[in-house]
């Protein structure tokens, strides 16, 4: 979490056209494991282990359809960008990768 609060922080200032996507990389390393925390609590998951590719793609599915499909459609200030999509889709391999580091 730290890591995206710095990610915001520099990208706010020296990110140039791709500044929002900077952050973006880390929606699902920052968001997977508490959605899978929550998921754990409810009894919709019965392990802590690392994360499937399925879940994952799961999050990242929902995520950008929910933020670039429907966000725009819904509220006026919202935009959708594929860019984005982009940077979930790299965060969410990177994490993959990290999260089967032995």
């Known amino acids: 979490m730290a890591a995206y609060v710095a990610m915001r922080c520099l990208a ?48 990242l599915t929902t995520w950008s359809v929910a933020a670039e499909g429907l966000a725009p459609v819904l509220f006026a200030s919202a935009t959708g960008d594929a860019r984005d999509v982009v940077a979930y889709a790299l965060g969410s391999a990177l994490a993959l990768a990290a ?4």
């Open 99 to 102: 999260w089967r580091l032995p």
């Open 12 to 59: 706010s200032r020296y990110g140039g056209g791709w500044r929002g996507q900077a952050a973006d990389l880390f929606l699902v390393p920052v968001g997977a494991p508490l959605w899978l925390w929550g998921e754990r609590r409810l009894g919709w998951r019965t392990h802590d282990g690392v994360p499937t590719v399925a879940e994952v793609l799961f999050l």
